[in-house]
Nanobody
Framework: QVQLVESGGGLVQAGGSLRLSCRKS????????MDWYRQTPGKQRELVAS???????NYADSVKGRFTISGDTARSTVYLQMNSLKPEDTAVYYC?????????WGQGTQVTVSS
């Protein structure tokens, strides 16, 4: 069973920064891509940033210029550096990993940005 473990969430004031981490527990898998999603109550989960095995990164318009995704898909790790945080960034953030036709999800980590 593939288990992704996220860490780094917490409470921060607007304008502050947090760094989320995600890694696969146990043996390493070379994923095709790893992503960060977020979800708030009553809303659909939305893609925040994606990172491919080739090193390409893509971002939602709402976080461009503020968030940076990085990692090593071959080592089953991905990070999300979040700067200039806004109250609307408050959500549960989920790590996702993709390998061929399979998708794997972490349990989520809460990020709360106070105004």
């Amino acid at each position: 069973q593939v288990q992704l473990v996220e860490s780094g969430g917490g409470l921060v004031q607007a304008g502050g920064s947090l760094r989320l981490s995600c890694r696969k527990s146990g043996s390493i898998l070379s994923f095709n891509a790893m992503d960060w999603y977020r979800q708030t109550p009553g809303k659909q989960r939305e893609l925040v940033a994606s990172f491919t095995s080739g090193g390409s990164a893509n971002y939602a318009d709402s976080v461009k210029g503020r968030f940076t995704i990085s990692g090593d898909t071959a080592r089953s790790t991905v990070y999300l550096q979040m700067n200039s945080l806004k109250p609307e960034d408050t959500a549960v953030y989920y790590c996702a990993a993709h390998l061929q036709s399979s998708d794997y999800w972490g349990q989520g980590t809460q990020v709360t940005v106070s105004s």
